[in-house]
């Protein structure tokens, strides 16, 4: 689980990708995704994924992108069981070749839209998609509390420790007991946490009202995102492209293995 | 808080001392409206801040002139950048884009931390987050600092580099300071006032030198730096009328020595 | 009691936090921890109950090796204080969240009971008994913290920063506990960077920087090394940088009392007097 949220995690970078404007960044992440919907053919799935592989060479975050589609593989390999599983249950299915690879084919797509995801969130900074956000029209409210959450998600991870520490330094075992005790177990730890929780977003109501949140309607912002020639070339050409793979699939009669 | 009359000029550096739960925090909070608008309760009386009556104007008007900065330094920053964190609070008042861009780089270069301005929030330590907080709040050109115990959670080093910054905003500056404290050896030789509470009420309120001098604080929960302790003593055992001072840093006491000694 | 034989830590992230520790702490001792905000300090404590095993090297509670221990067992042994203890509350009243500890440990219900009206009587909280914990002021929920730890009766008790934030009377009265545990038999290990509070307390000082231990002395010796305490970069206490610096009087660095210093002050003075 964990090197799939490392693959994940926003680091900030200064190639071409990253400088993209996010929004053109956000369109490229779901035209590979919706390129993948639209087949199943194992050739396509492959050459949606090489491009992101290449997406993510070219932003020089290779590895933690491969990192990510590999921590993902217990996911897949589950979808896979359950996908085939619920294909036998059907009327008058068997088991046969065609059946595994259909399966598999659809757990290959999965790897495709993972992986697509991952290069959106490896090359843009929380704060850019909160500007992306902002600048859709997005109310501001929600802008923030994404911002809050990433801002604060470390802080209680690290609350959260420091309270399992002192509890077990008072003895607390939690890796003893049967499902029920072990529930009864964590309520040393939940407890504290959210009366920190709470706590903490008295303090932050504070501190937020000294500066002055929701003091104007309308707010002003100190960046703003502005589309340059490169994000227009490159959002272009990905439309283009998406649009030679819909022909592709509707309008041609060359099978693709 | 009981009956309680104040007058703060500007300029002046105000130490507010006492036990904790005396009442500092919330006498702190009066000065920029979050008392009464922002807590439950009764207020009796008038508070004004620069001629503005704090029960007629909303916490958004008074922070304009007088800043609070907390205790706790995560508790106070909201955004993922030092710089989108100093133009917080002037995004929030619609501020147009230049002026943003002008204070931020002023709030920057007057606490000294123009290298921080593309850093993350989580990478900061202690000190600096303070600083940036700091920062954040003079964006705002505040006549007022309000600080409530600001080193609380510091190591001694970062406290005192923190306190040299705020030392520094009351004398290049002009900003008034008002702030609550338990460190104050570090304070007592700058401030011009010191305001000790006890229970609500305002026991001692005048010149640190003087206050130290004649009161016993001790019983108010306030801690009297060593060196006061030693002027004391010295006092006791030398005649008193060869020691008309009373010095409250080290530098101070070494200082008149040298001078005695030279004499 | 303690022992610390090479230990390193690093943790997960690749910061290396322990870089050779080597340490001795005997039964009924009083050990100060200081250094920086990163020197290991806090990292250090949480060695002492197995919270952190060491990477490499061992740490020996009593004979005992932590590897080979759980945290409940040793903590019955080590009691740590942490910082922000007051986060850890969750019980409806003071009694329970005492108890809590207690029954993890097993104590049969007679002990327990007699373990918690000495606790409680200790730490002067006895009116609150059946109080939230939640409901009581910051000086009380430090006190309930140490009540908790208290109560089981640990033979090593560990505080982590204890007068953060503290005013001179809580000070004082965390100095008064301290010496009374120590009394008791309790081996007591302080992390802080109050100097003048350790400077009070007088304990053996364990100077830390970068993960190494760099001086290990009585305080009258560490306390009184400005060059080192800078090096840590902590503050000498007041008595300190003042005798220091009055060295053209003839007077060194020392850890006296007010009196003390001000009658050597006055000797010297009336001396220069008495020649003018």
Redo the contacts between chains.
Sequence with gaps: MSTILRGLQFYPGKTVIHKLDPRVKLVISLLLMATAALYLEVTIISIVIVIEALLSIVAKVFSRWARTVYGAAPLIILVFIANFLFKLSMPGQSLSFQSIYESLQLAYRLVAFLASFSIFFLTT???ELGMALTKMKVPYMYT?AF??A??FT??LAE?LQ??V?????????LEKGNIITRLRRY??IL??LM??VLR?SY??????????????K???????LKMTTKDWITLSASIVLFTVAICIRYFSRISIP | MREVNLEINEGEFVILAGRSGCGKSTLLRCFNGLIPHFYDGEMIGKVEVCGLDTRQHPPYILSQYAGMVFQNPDNQLFALTVEADIAFALENLSFPRDEIKKRVNQALEIMGIEELRDKSTLELSGGQKQKVAIASILAMHPKILLLDEPTSSLDPFSAKQLIDTIIDLNEKHRITILIAEHRLEMLLPYASRIIIIDNGRVVLDGNPREILEKHDVIPYGVSVPRIVKVVTHLKKTLNNSLIPWAPLSVEEFVDIIRRWEKK | MIVFENVEYVYPNGFKALNGINLEVNSGEVVALMGENGAGKTTLLKHLNGLLKPTSGRVLIDGVDTRHSTVASLSRKVGIVFQNAEDMFFSPTIQEEIEFALNNFHFPGDVIKKRVDWALKFMELEEYREKSPFLLSGGEKKRLALAIILAWSPDIVALDEPTVGQDMLQKEKMIQIIRQANQQGKTIIISSHDVEFIAELKPRIILMSKGRIVRDGPSEEVLTDIPVLQECRLLPPQIVSLTSKLDFLGLKPKLARPEEVANEIARRVRHLVNYS
């Excluded at chain 1, 309308?218 to 703003?224: A, D, F, H, M, V």
């Design positions: 900074t929380p704060e923030f911002i809050s990433i801002r470390p802080i609350e420091s309270i520490d002192a509890q077990k330094s008072r003895g607390l075992e309520i040393p407890v504290p009366v920190n903490r303090e932050l109501a504070e501190a937020i009202e000294v500066k002055c949140f929701g003091a104007k309308n707010r002003t912002y100190l960046k703003e």
